[in-house]
């Protein structure tokens, strides 16, 4: 072995160790921007066993809280979200940077001290963690005592039944790390469409396109894009048969002008990506069983949701990276 080819074995072996050096969040190209936490369901297992709580509920309010806010990442051990001050330290407590759990509890804060370092850090997982279990627990362990428990926290029917969602989704994986997304058609089947972002629409007054539509022969199938459950599934005028399907980092997807729903499929039923839940159509802009007022196609919408308001986006983009995924898969 000459000194040139040594040089470049040994490259190649420094090359494949940065490889495997770079953590899965940084390759991570899925749908949503989002925080890997594959590795927080020991945690919330954890957390889960010093409370009497199941796991899957404190890992779908951590998962609800820390998705309000789109940061990527935080410092290992950190949350990339803080509980507000007057419901860490209680709305009472005169002191609002409190970090005291006895004070803290006697004040009604739900601030707690998981890793016994003396403070009840809002900003330390282990703390943030426990906190959630000790109050999840305040009113018994059962899935009604919860969403009671979660009523009393948000004061809000759909944060309780987004929660509740995600908690189920988890319990049925048996896992927190659930990735991955679709190409909301098959790549079988023929479709074509292009960014239709905010174009004028005509139908029911003056709206803007908030989606994209996605143009494929009537009857093709239509597969969810992400893990989540149906949070609405029926009748719109705007958009025919629609579902819409909400997602683990708390974005709606809307499929609309649909020909018909998958068997089987309910409000609440869980789907995970690639999953069909619908074929294409032209219902809409009209009545209840309106359709053939346009060509058939699948719009498709994407919504995030603040907490007080939801918002449209572009999923142009998303669906330009989960068709390059597609292919992909397709080469291997
Ligand atoms: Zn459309």
Known sequence: MNKRTLRIAWMMILFSFLLLAVPAGAQNLTGSPQVSQSDLTAKFKNAAAKTKVPWFYIAAVYQYESRLKWKTRSNPGQTNFQFSSDKWCGSLNPNQQDRHEGTVRLYGGIGRDGNRDGIADPQSEDDVLFAIGSFLQSNGSTEDDIRITLWNMYQESMIVERITGFARIYYQFGTTALEGNSFPIPK??????????????????????????????????????????VELKGWNDYGGWRIGIRDLNNVYHYFAHLSRFEKGLQLRSIVVPGQVIGYVGSSGYGKPGTSGKFAPHLHYGMYRDTGRTEYAFDPTPYLRRWEIQAKKKKAR
């Open 188 to 229: 079988r089947y023929n479709y074509t469409y292009r960014s239709t972002w905010g174009d004028r629409r005509g139908w029911g007054g003056r709206r803007i396109h908030e989606g994209t539509d996605i143009f494929a022969d009537y009857g093709t199938p239509v597969v969810a894009t992400s893990y989540g459950f």
